[in-house]
């Protein structure tokens, strides 16, 4: 018989195992944790852009986008001052004017697609308008979050259905690996 045999034993093979169940579960609740921390990002988005519409209109006594004289000062465009941001020319200039008013930071030049990205990559800008069933008013849409990510906003925050209450998205939230499209919070 051959004494010197090489190999591992069950309890070594069984302490990797351990190990290797351990990496997964901590990668896994790391993935658990990101995806958390964009979802409260998402939340305090929402409300950091109602307390800068909000300053900029106790500032001006107008909407940003909507405003119909050159303020604040450098702007060159303005809104048609109808208390709504409500047409294709007002809300990409919503965070320009934010911005020259030094509400926010940023660097927004008042064109279609100059808007600040959310936690998962994709626009999010103001618009008065009536979602589907919905009530007309201003509204902070973002565009394609996930569609768990908006089912837990509409959760935390509403009643967790797509077409009722006062969040509302463009389609149920339903498992899939295609995000939401649009997904309104009032302003």
Do not use: C
Request: aromatic letters at 12%; glycine letters at 10%.
């Amino acid at each position: 018989m051959i004494r010197n045999q090489k190999g591992f034993t069950l309890v070594e093979i069984a302490i990797v195992l351990v190990i290797i169940g351990l990496l997964i579960g901590g990668v896994l609740k790391g993935q658990t944790m990101i995806q958390n921390a964009k979802v409260k990002r998402i939340a305090k988005s929402v409300d950091e852009l109602r307390a800068a519409v909000y300053t900029f209109y106790d500032k001006f006594g107008v909407y940003p986008g909507d405003e119909n004289k050159p303020i604040p000062a450098g702007d060159t465009r303005n809104g048609n001052g109808s208390g709504r941001i409500d047409t294709t020319a007002e809300y990409p200039m919503v965070f320009q004017d934010l911005a020259l008013a030094r509400i926010i930071s940023g660097n927004f030049n008042g064109t279609s697609g100059n808007y600040p990205k959310h936690a998962f990559g994709d626009d999010y800008f103001i618009q008065w308008i009536a979602p589907t069933g919905g009530r007309a008013d201003h509204y902070i849409r973002f565009d394609y979050l996930p569609w768990d990510v908006a089912l837990e906003l509409d959760t935390k925050y509403d009643d967790g259905v797509y077409n009722t209450g006062d969040i509302r998205a463009n389609e149920d939230y339903r498992e899939s690996t295609s995000p939401v499209s649009y997904l309104y919070i009032p302003l």
